[in-house]
């Protein structure tokens, strides 16, 4: 199962800034998950599965990648100043059929 990480502060913001603003237990109810993963969400404690993902950016009415934004703007900010750069961020990154079936953020 493909996971990502998400800017969690920006998952807190939305959901407290909706028109109907849920309280953490409705808005887990909402998405599909249970409270204390929101919460694990919103403290940025781990990778989250691509379709819980895809449900929490359908729930807030934003496009997947300005959940993702900060956790990939901090991935190119590290291939950057990374000794060799690109090619050396490929050479740590093992082949893998799993990259495949990835969809962009």
Same mark, same amino acid.
């Given at each position: 199962?493909? !996971? ?6 920006? $998952?807190? %913001? *939305? ?7 849920? +309280? &953490? ?19 940025? !404690? ?6 819980? $993902?895809? %449900? *929490? ?7 997947? +990648? &300005? ?39």
């Amino acid at each position: 199962m493909l !996971k990502l990480e998400v800017d969690g502060a920006e $998952v807190k %913001r *939305l959901r407290s800034r909706r028109e109907r603003s849920a +309280t &953490q237990k409705e808005f887990a109810h909402e998405v599909g998950i249970s409270e204390r993963r929101l919460r694990e969400i919103e403290n940025a !404690k781990g990778l989250i599965a691509v379709d819980v $993902v895809d %449900r *929490l950016a359908r729930a807030l009415s934003v496009p997947r +990648t &300005q959940l993702c934004a900060s956790a990939l703007a901090g991935l190119g900010n590290a291939v950057k100043t990374s000794r060799g750069g690109i090619a050396s961020f490929r050479a740590l990154t093992p082949a893998s059929p799993k990259w495949s079936r990835m969809r962009p953020c």
